[in-house]
């Protein structure tokens, strides 16, 4: 199972941070992502973390303004967003990867199989 938290509205260039924790299973060597979703708009990858090791993959609207980590023990993964956009506005959702995936498969939806509960992040202008 896998709770998201955090979201909310904020003023263009604030702040928000966001957590998708995950229980009943042991996800420590799978893949941890973000996918957000606009209005009127197809899914949209944004950023993933493998469980082992950490490293991570971006799209490149967000880099330098957020930021995934993890914490291992508490099975929860934490997506800080600056900078905020009013484009960043949508409905963000954490997925599950149970298995290895290579790096050019990280951003595609249908890789995933487990989705939480999205939670709704509004930038105004």
């Known amino acids: 199972q896998l709770q998201a938290s955090g979201g909310g509205s904020v003023q263009a260039g604030g702040s928000l941070r966001l957590s998708c924790a995950a229980s009943?299973?042991?996800?420590?060597?799978?893949?941890m992502a973000w996918f957000r979703q606009a209005p009127g708009k197809e899914r949209e990858f944004v950023v993933a973390?493998?469980?082992?090791?950490?490293?991570?993959t971006y799209t490149d609207s967000v880099k330098g303004r957020f930021t995934i980590s993890r914490d291992n023990a508490k099975n929860t993964v934490y997506l800080q967003m600056n900078s905020l956009k009013s484009e960043d506005t949508a409905v963000y959702s954490c997925?599950?990867?149970?298995?290895?995936?290579?790096?050019?498969?990280?951003?595609?939806?249908?890789?995933?199989?487990?989705w939480g509960q999205g939670t709704q992040v509004t930038v105004s202008s």
């Open positions: 973390i493998r469980w082992k090791g950490g490293s991570t």
């Open positions: 997925a599950v990867a149970s298995r290895h995936l290579i790096l050019s498969a990280v951003s595609l939806s249908s890789e995933y199989d487990y």
């Open positions: 009943g299973r042991t996800f420590r060597s799978h893949v």
